[in-house]
């Protein structure tokens, strides 16, 4: 085991075996970050990426920065980083990328090096600190829950997305006390529709944003279930608004889907505000779901793979 050190955030992000004596580990870092006696730099308020090799006995060979703290961009943008096999960075370009389905992390390899593709907005340590003041999280729920119901939306979608975009800024958290204060409010007309929402809340302990990462813990750390999603005690996961108020949400760990059929780790997930509809990339194979909280659930193999459909009779017929 080998032991970095920073002096601020640092996250690992992605381990690549590229052969039997060469592994390739890839992170984001702000300020001072050292392993073995090789440190990179930044300042506190630029992150960047690092890239690190070991060979098959787990010792550092090398460790470089990409350049990203350099740059002025802080939008949308997605960041292609080509590293050699020695340790040099080869080249960084940009590309407007849709951060629907834009795919971050280790994406091809060969004998001259490899290449990475990153995002302010997906991957996880390269937010730039946008100095804002933190609005506590419950008035921001309420201001979000205005906003959707003022765009009609069904009730537990705009529960669940005031809830998330309530959490967005680093530090903002919702505690049980809150949590069970918007239960409160789920009443009236359409209050049979967020049942399960109604039961599950009271059995969340806290729901906060830390270092850009969401951080949900449940009570005495049991498991909870919300529709087909099962929450585990100590879950993580990272929120990236999209364009029309959608969400797109990266499991880091922790949350699974269950219904009863079908069991696997959920990799993301799309939250579309509209229609009700949570598109969820489930497990190795990336099976593409779709979940609406009203309908029927469909599932379908991404790529054009033959698509299923699971009826509300619970059986599984192949289209």
């Known amino acids: 085991m080998l032991k970095f050190n920073a002096d601020s955030r640092a996250f690992g992000l992605e381990l690549k075996q590229l052969d039997k004596n060469e592994f390739y580990l890839a992170g984001s870092f702000r300020g001072n970050l050292e392993c073995n006696g090789i440190s990179l730099q930044t300042s506190s308020s630029d992150p960047d990426l690092f890239f690190a090799q070991f060979n098959r006995n787990g010792e550092i060979e090398w460790m470089s920065k990409s350049g990203l703290d350099d740059l002025e961009e802080d939008t949308k943008l997605f960041y292609i980083v080509k590293v050699s096999r020695s340790g040099d960075i080869l080249s960084v370009t940009l590309a407007n990328e849709d951060e629907r ?24 340590g390269l937010e730039k600190e946008t100095g804002a003041a933190i609005q506590k999280a419950n008035i921001l729920f309420r201001q979000n829950l205005k906003k959707m119901n003022q765009l009609g939306l069904e009730q537990s979608i705009a529960y669940l997305s005031s809830i998330f975009n309530s959490v967005l800024s680093p530090g903002n958290q919702l505690t049980a006390t809150e949590l069970e204060a918007l239960n409160q409010k789920m009443t009236g007309s359409n209050a049979n529709s967020m049942t399960n929402l109604k039961e599950t809340l009271p059995n969340l302990k806290t729901i906060r944003n830390k270092d850009g990462i ?44 269950d219904n009863g059929i079908l069991k696997e780790k959920i990799n993301s997930l799309i939250l579309e505000i509209s229609s009700g509809n949570v598109l969820i990339d489930l497990g190795k194979d990336h099976l593409i779901i779709s979940r609406n909280m009203k309908y029927e659930l469909s599932i379908s193999r991404y790529m054009n793979q033959p698509r299923l459909l699971e009826l509300q009779s619970k059986k599984i017929i192949l289209l």
């Open 101 to 124: 389905t834009g795919v971050t992390g280790f994406r091809q390899s060969s004998h001259d090096g490899l290449c990475y593709v990153a995002s302010r907005y997906q991957t996880t």
């Open 214 to 257: 969401i951080e949900i813990k449940t009570i005495n750390s049991v498991p909870v279930k919300i529709s087909s999603f099962r929450i585990l005690g100590n879950s993580r996961l990272k929120i990236i608004p999209l364009d029309n108020n959608d969400l797109k949400i990266k499991v880091i760990d922790g949350i699974e889907f």
